[in-house]
Every structure is written in C-alpha cells, then in structure tokens.
C-alpha cells in the first residue's frame, strides 16, 4: 500500500477517492492524514513528505484548511454529507482539498446516496478517502467508485519494533518482558499496543495483565472435572469476569493449536512460547482443536444467558467428561478409546484348578455323592473270558443318535456353518467367526483356522456356544480344533445373512434371543458391534 500510494503522488496519477479498510488500529486515518501531507507537501521526495515545510506542520497539527475530517458515526446524515460537498467546489491555498470519513459505513442510506453522487462527478482538486472496519456495509456502488486498499493486522515483530522505537522516543524505562506482554495484549494492532503498553506502565505489573491458565490446562489434560471448576472458581475470586476469561482462555488455546499446526503464525513469544508449546504436546492436535470449539460455542451462548459462568463450567464439564457431551467430536473420542481397549491383547488366563471338596461330598458341597448302580453280578463259573475295563462310559441315547448321523462334506460342512451356525451364536462369537475359515473336518475333529494368536485367546470364550451350536447343526458329539492362518487377515469377511425362521433359534446370549418369524441381523464388524453396544437402539443415520 505504500509503494501504491507513493508511486500515486509522484506520478500524478492520484485517484479522486480511496477506500481504507482493515481492523481497527492498523493505521487507516494516520495513512489518510500521511497522504493529505504528501499531496500539498512543499518539497516532496519521492512521494513522501517532508514534514518540515508549512503545509506537513499545519496538517500535524490539525490546523490545515486542506484536510477535512468527519466522523461518519456521529455525522451520518444527509444535511452533513451536503454541507461537505458544498464546501468542496471552493478553493483551498494547497493544491488539494483532502476528505476523509472514517467508519463511512455508519452513513445513513440517504447521506450515502448523496455521497455517491459526488463521487461520480467530483471536483478536480478534491480527493475522498473513505475508512471503515466494515467494507461490505458500504454501498457497493460507492465500493466500485474508489480504489480500495485492505489494511491487515501487524506482526508480532513490527509491533515489537514500534514499541521499542517508542520507548527510546519517549526514554521510557521499560523491560522487554512489558513490551512482550504489551505484543501480546495488542493482537496486530498497533493502537491497542501502545494502550496496553500505556497500562503496563500504569500498573507496572506484567503478571496480571492477563489470569494464569496453567491449573486449568492441567485438568483438561486430566479429564478431572472437580479440578477444572476448582480452577474457574479461583479466576472467578480473582475478579475476572466470566466472559472475559472465556475469550482470554480462548486467545491461549488458539495459540496452542497454531504452535502445533503453524508455529510461525503464533503469536506467543519467548516463555510463554514454551509454556504453550509443552500443553499443546499434552492436550494434542485433536484436543486442542475440541476445546477451541467447546469454549467458542460457549462465549456464544454467554450472550444471552442469565448467569454465565454456568455456561462456562458446563463447556469445562464437557470437556472433562466425554459421555455427557453429544457432539461428533466427542462420540470420536469415545469410541477410539473404546476401539484402544478392544485392540488391546488379552493375556491367557490359566486354566482354573477345580476347588478340593470331601471325600463323598458333591460340588456344591451340601451332601453325598449319589452312588452309582451295582453292576450285575457275574457268574464266576462261567466259561466266557472276562473283558478289560473300559474307560469310555456307555453312551447315552442322544450320543447314539448323533454317532448315527453321516458327516456331512467339507464344502456343506462350511456352508452350514456361515448359513446356520454363525447366526445360532452369541454376538461376540458371530464377530470373531466371520473372519474364520472351516481347514478340515475328520471325523467328529473339526478344525477352524483364525487369522491370529490374539484371536484363537479369545476363542476359549466363544468355544462353548459355538460346540453347542455345531451339534445341533449336524447331530455330531463334535471336538473343536483352532490354528492360526495369517492370510486370513486380508481376506474379506463372510457377508451378513438376513435368516427368517419360523422356529425360535438357539442363542447363547440371553439379548440376542428372537422369536419366529424374526429377521435375524448379523452384524457386519467391529465399529458396528462397538456402537450397538454403547448406544442400544441408536440408528445410524447416512
């Protein structure tokens, strides 16, 4: 903007009206007033003036009659706007009549109109600078007439510079540590700098400038509830108004997600740098970035809420407590902890000793074991050799019936295991299963592959459900074999059958029972499992 404006003048090529926009304090009516001197400057060098000769003195001082002022937010009406433009065709002892209006989208719609009819024709020795904070509540057609130029927000090194060239101007005794607090407080202003430099210097204290955040963060970083309120009620003693500590506590955070997206865009210098770079490495990208929307929806509601430290607690509740909050953030927390604790292994329990109990007693331990029948007495004459002892106790007339049942091939066996087993087992052992594979079957020694160790653990919790489920399947006293096949990893799972029946079905788990006639869903992965299990009659919504 300023190589703009200097090539401007010392060309001769300056337009009849500029539009100056940007936040506040960024400079826009001291570069109007900059260019009013460089216009009727006496001497001009390159562009610039040279803020010695009589026209740069009178318009520092404000008494020069080629420099207008008007303040649009007290001086919006069209009488106003009229008498400026009257006074415009007459002549001024500078080369230039300079009119600047500053906050010019506070004009009334009429005043605006009138304005906008001057700018259209205006007279040959007047320039309009217009300034606003707001540039699109400026009439577009006023927009178009002029050449705009957006101020932005200073650095934290510029407005380090200003600070220390205004120290040394005025010989102030200032500590580096002030002027670093007062970058801070300013935000990219220049003006809000020096007025919090202003208040350093008034109170000559740096550490309460601002409330200390520190016990706060560390609640947050500790999902502890009691010790963040502890904290806000501390700040709340201290005087600090609950919005007030709501936007401070924001401003922090913000520069605690900056440091760990784009350092160089931070603000934050020297010790308090290195104080939020170590809570970011605490509280991490996703966390800083939930607490930066918490705390902002927060400072919204505060607007209209009649007691707003509550609204400020509840955020902090929130943050501390994941389940009590309903947004998808906080649903993405909980289930990637809930899918940490799943991924985790499970270690091997060792198999449980059976209790020792009298001689005579039964498990239960409230009588005598039941004697078993004499066998029948036998004929110690007879001429019949006498048989070993078998171990192998008679068979029972279920066992006899499924002995007499044909085993069925392997490609049936594996089909009726995914169409008729799997469904018949419990909800966990159908996740688990669906990813099996039937290696072999020999005999009544069924063998079933899983893609890990970790996996065949697990198998020990599914294993007599899924026993029960294969006998009634195919009315075989069955044995369970697992091993483990890593190329099962990447093999895609057996699609989830929809199964209408019209006998109720056997099911391990006592929430999975179904009644004829029920469709019957089986669930398609882990995700699903997770959120079934959390939400209990949620439904997804795509």
Same mark, same amino acid.
């Given at each position: 903007?300023?190589?703009?404006?200097?090539?401007?003048?010392?060309?001769?090529?300056?337009?009849?009206?500029y539009l100056f926009s940007g936040p506040r304090g960024t400079g826009k009516t001291t570069t109007a007033r900059?260019?009013?001197?460089?216009?009727?400057?006496?001497?001009?060098?390159?562009?610039?003036?040279?803020?010695?000769?009589?026209?740069?003195?009178?318009?520092?001082?404000?008494?020069?009659?080629?420099?207008?002022?008007?303040?649009?937010?007290?001086?919006?009406?069209?009488?106003?706007?009229?008498? /400026?433009?009257?006074?415009?065709?007459?002549?001024?002892?500078?080369?230039?009549?300079?009119?600047?209006?500053?906050?010019?989208?506070?004009?009334?719609?009429?005043?605006?109109?009138?304005?906008?009819?001057?700018?259209?024709?205006p007279p040959s020795h007047v320039v309009f600078v217009l300034a606003t904070t707001d540039p699109h509540k400026v009439l577009p057609t006023i927009r178009s007439r002029t050449q705009h130029l957006e101020f932005r927000l200073l650095g934290a090194e510029t407005l380090s510079t200003l600070l220390h060239d205004v120290k040394g101007a005025a010989s102030l005794d200032v500590a580096d540590a002030t002027i670093d607090a007062a970058v801070r407080l300013g935000r990219g202003s220049a003006r809000d700098a020096l007025s919090a430099l202003d208040q350093l210097l008034a109170t000559g204290s740096v550490a309460e400038v601002q409330p200390e955040f520190d016990g706060l963060f560390d609640a947050l970083t500790r999902n502890d509830a009691v010790a963040a309120l502890r904290a806000l009620a501390v700040l709340a003693h201290e005087g600090w108004d609950p919005e007030q500590l709501a936007e401070v506590f924001a401003s922090e955070v913000r520069q605690v997600f900056l440091l760990q997206v784009a350092p160089d865009v931070a603000d934050a210098v020297d010790a308090d740098r290195a104080r939020l770079h170590a809570w970011g490495e605490r509280l991490g990208l996703a966390r800083s970035v939930r607490v930066l929307e918490t705390v902002g929806r927060a400072i919204r509601e505060m607007k209209s809420a009649p007691e707003k430290m509550v609204m400020l607690e509840v955020a902090m509740v929130r943050l501390t407590k994941p389940e009590l909050d309903v947004t998808f953030e906080s649903l993405d927390e909980r289930l990637t902890r809930l899918e940490r604790g799943a991924m985790r292994p499970v270690a091997p329990s060792a198999p449980a000793t059976p209790p020792l109990r009298p001689i005579g007693t039964t498990a239960s331990g409230k009588g005598p074991a039941p004697t078993p029948p004499l066998a029948p007495s036998r004929d110690v004459t007879s001429a019949e050799p006498e048989l070993a002892p078998t171990t192998t106790p008679p068979p029972l007339d279920g066992d006899v019936a499924m002995a007499k049942a044909p085993t069925p091939s392997l490609e049936e066996f594996r089909s009726r295991f995914i169409e008729h087993v799997i469904p018949r087992t419990s909800r966990s052992a159908q996740l688990l299963l669906r990813s099996a594979r039937i290696e072999s079957v020999e005999g009544v020694l069924v063998t079933i592959a899983v893609a890990s160790e970790e996996?065949?653990?697990?198998?020990?919790?599914?294993?007599?459900?899924?026993?029960?489920?294969?006998?009634?399947?195919?009315?075989?006293?069955?044995? /369970?074999?697992?091993?483990?096949?890593?190329?099962?990893?990447?093999?895609?799972?057996?699609?989830?059958?929809?199964?209408?029946?019209?006998?109720?079905?056997?099911?391990?788990?006592?929430?999975?029972?179904?009644?004829?006639?029920?469709?019957?869903?089986?669930?398609?992965?882990?995700?699903?499992?997770?959120i079934t299990e959390m939400f209990p009659g949620a439904q997804e919504i795509r």
């Open positions: 903007m300023v190589r703009a404006l200097q090539g401007a003048v010392a060309n001769d090529r300056v337009s009849h009206a900059i260019l009013a001197k460089a216009l009727n400057c006496q001497n001009p060098e390159d562009g610039d003036a040279c803020a010695v000769c009589e026209s740069c003195l009178a318009i520092a001082k404000g008494t020069s009659l080629d420099v207008v002022e008007l303040d649009a937010a007290s001086n919006n009406g069209v009488d106003d706007i009229r008498d /400026i433009i009257a006074g415009a065709w007459h002549n001024t002892p500078g080369r230039w009549k300079v009119y600047i209006f500053d906050e010019v989208h506070q004009l009334s719609k009429a005043a605006s109109a009138a304005l906008l009819k001057t700018l259209e024709e996996m065949r653990q697990n198998t020990e919790l599914i294993a007599q459900g899924l026993k029960g489920a294969l006998e009634h399947e195919f009315k075989l006293p069955l044995t /369970i074999s697992w091993t483990v096949d890593p190329s099962l990893v990447g093999a895609p799972a057996a699609a989830p059958t929809r199964r209408t029946t019209s006998t109720p079905l056997p099911v391990e788990d006592d929430d999975a029972d179904v009644d004829g006639d029920e469709t019957v869903l089986v669930v398609e992965s882990a995700a699903d499992h997770l």
